[in-house]
């Protein structure tokens, strides 16, 4: 229903504006982006994004309050799972080969 | 470095003691399934996976000592984090559209 790409884009949708705009921003087409909003409000009760298609102007999008909700609780679990998983996240990045320093 | 997949493929290796046969339970190419798993040899300081590389009989796989470790610590960092944010998870599923019951 959400994940990291869904999150970016909402968001990109939430500073721009436009859908297209936002779908841009990650490099996806036009039609993605729009599939990924259809896919977002199907999934829940409420519309994460409001939106007018295209027209000769582009049509406008905005994140509605349900989207910026549902964006700041997607943000908070990755934080709060971030902060939680913190130690063994550490040993595992320490089992990595360092990256070379190119500078 | 690692993600679901990568993880889920370093243990159908684990368990089928094949690159081949554990790429094809996850209806990937023979030839990403490798590429999977050289990404992950060459990220860590220890390879993941010990291999021999096909002939007639097909080479076998196993997940080495250091595969092993990383493989239970990504699935407590999963853990871990899923648990610290049961509650936020839960009003973020609580916004979803209720899936039809089909019985």
Redesign the interface.
């Given at each position: 229903?959400?994940g990291p790409g869904k999150a970016r884009l909402l968001e990109l949708i939430r500073d721009s504006g436009s859908i297209s705009a936002a779908g841009r921003a990650m490099e996806m087409s036009y039609k993605r982006a729009w599939m990924l909003v259809e896919e977002m409000n199907?999934?829940?009760?409420?519309p994460l994004v409001d939106s007018t298609r295209g027209g000769p102007g582009g049509g406008g999008a905005r994140v509605t309050e349900?989207g910026l909700?549902?964006l700041a609780?997607?943000r908070?679990?990755e934080s709060?799972?971030?902060?939680?998983?913190t130690d063994?996240?550490a040993?595992?990045l320490a089992?990595?080969?360092p990256v070379p320093d190119l500078g």
């Open positions: 229903m959400l199907a999934a829940f009760q409420d349900a909700r549902v609780l997607y908070s679990v709060t799972a971030a902060r939680a998983a063994e996240i040993t595992l089992m990595l080969r």
